[in-house]
C-alpha cells in the first residue's frame, strides 16, 4: 500500500489508472496539470508520481526536472505515464530526470506489477528495465 500522484489530464486515462490503483490497495489522488501536481507533491509527500509526459501547460518532461531540482521532491520516485515506448523517448525520459516509465494502455496485472517493483526497489535504482515490461 502506497500513495501514488497521478498526474494525468485524459479523463479516460485517468479514471482507469486510479480504479486499478486503488483496486490494488493504493491510495491514489489526482491533478490533472503539472502545476497542480508539483504543488500536491510538495505538500503530500507521495511515495510514487506517476507523470503524463503530454499536458498542457507545463509538459511532464519539465515537470520531473522541476522536481528533481526541488530538495522538497527529489526524493520521490516519478515515473512517465507515457504513450510513447520508444528506446529513443526513453532517452529523453531518463534526462529529464524520470525513474522510469509506464507505457498507456495500461493491462492490469501489469500495471500494478510494475508499481509494486518500482515501490520496492531503491531509490537509486534506475528501474528502467523492469518498468519496460508494462508496455
Ligand atoms: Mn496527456
Redesign the pocket.
Known sequence: MAQVLLV???PANSKLALLVLRQGGHKATLATDAAHGIRLARETQPDLILM?V??SGMDGLTAAKTLKADTRTRHIKVVAFTAFAMKSDEQRLREAGFDGYIAKPIRYQAFLGTIRALLEEQLTDPCWARAGTAT
Open positions: 494525468e489530464d485524459n503524463d503530454q499536458l
